[in-house]
């Protein structure tokens, strides 16, 4: 049986933390940044836990 291989589009999107969750980046940080607040421009910029309704697919697709 050949190895899976890694779903390099999904591998550039996500990191995984040391204890072996992933982290992802929020949308709505391109464009239309004026009419935002400080404050919401600088909580999207945080990364983000994967839900874990999507995380055992997004492990596997990334062969973690």
């Avoid at 190895?3 to 969750?21: I, L, Q």
């Avoid at 990364?47 to 990334?62: H, S």
Wanted: aromatic share 4%.
């Amino acid at each position: 049986m050949p190895k899976m291989k890694t779903n390099k589009s999904v591998a550039s999107r996500f990191k995984v933390t040391g204890s072996g969750k992933l982290l992802r980046r929020s949308p709505a940080r391109r464009h239309k940044l004026t009419k935002k607040s400080s404050l919401r421009k600088r909580n999207l910029a945080r990364p983000k836990l994967v839900d874990k309704g999507q995380l055992k697919l997004y492990k596997e697709m990334m062969g973690v």
